[in-house]
């Protein structure tokens, strides 16, 4: 099935970025080189976090255009180049390959990673039907469409999803470590030691990070389990020994990234002044 974006009129489009986000720095960059900046508006998160709140973004770099959240996270920078342009884009929709889709646009998201994986509650996840819609490519087909591919999908990963959450493990376990690792190190500013590490956080402390971490503002999507949940426990310490276990791998990777995006930060990235 093919979806058709007519982008002949002048249009209004947002672009919700964090300055540690590569993605975000990468497609800033893009656009840069392509003469496109302006047609956009940037909003940083972490200056502005409840204009993003406001907007239900839980996936940096997410674009809006006309109000509409098109991208969220993974981004087809030619695609959305086309668009900006002012071209007709065609979207070629392949009902196979929509779970594939939706897990990867997870999997990008570190909020809806980590919900989905202390949770496994498909049925609530995909009422955040825009981020699905985004990721899936589902946004750019007409309504009528772009519902029944949605409807389809959300009925096979209510019915299937725990099955895919086994398959897809071990790029969230990765997620999630990385992510920790990567607070440490915005913590600290330096590399500390596995020993350090596990004796200022326990997994006690692990779990509260994953869960209050998990798309929760305030109370709200704030699902706290009891450490004497067995089920939920037995999940966060796989992702806590899976975090020790590559302990020295994500820190290194993590800490030669955010040191690249230090230097890009001074000049690059472009906030939307309110």
Not at 131 to 144: H, I, K, N, P, Y
Request: with cysteine; net charge negative.
């Amino acid at each position: 099935m093919q979806g058709k974006l007519n982008c002949e009129i002048e249009m209004e489009v947002q672009i919700f970025t964090h300055k540690n986000c590569v993605e975000c720095n990468m497609l800033l960059e893009y656009l840069e080189n392509k003469g496109l900046l302006g047609k956009v508006k940037i909003i940083d998160t972490e200056l502005y976090p409840f204009l993003a709140f406001e907007k239900g973004v839980i996936s940096t770099p997410s674009i809006f255009i006309d109000g509409k959240l098109v991208y969220a996270g993974i981004v087809d920078f030619e695609e959305f180049e086309r668009i900006l342009s002012g071209q007709k884009v065609t979207k070629q929709i392949d009902k196979a390959s929509l779970v594939e889709k939706l897990m990867l646009g997870i999997v990008d998201s570190f909020a809806a990673t980590a919900w989905l994986y202390i949770n496994r509650d498909f049925d609530s996840f995909l009422a955040q039907k825009d981020f699905v819609m985004a990721v899936t490519g589902l946004s750019l087909l007409d309504e009528r469409e772009g519902d029944e591919y949605y409807n389809y999908l959300r009925n096979v990963m209510v019915k299937e999803g725990d099955r895919y959450l086994e398959e897809w493990k071990p790029r969230m376990l990765r997620n999630i470590s990385s992510n920790f690792i990567r607070e440490i190190f915005w913590l600290y500013e330096r590399k500390i030691s596995k020993e350090t590490l596990t004796q200022k956080y326990p997994v006690e402390v692990f779990a509260h990070w994953l869960m209050i971490r998990s798309g929760a503002v305030g109370r709200v999507g704030l699902r706290i389990y009891p450490l004497s949940d067995s089920t939920v426990m037995k999940r966060v310490l796989e992702a806590y020994n899976f975090m020790l276990e590559n302990y020295d791998e994500i820190f290194n990777k993590v800490q030669k990234e955010q040191m690249e995006l230090k230097t890009k930060n001074k000049e690059q990235v472009r906030y939307l002044q309110l």
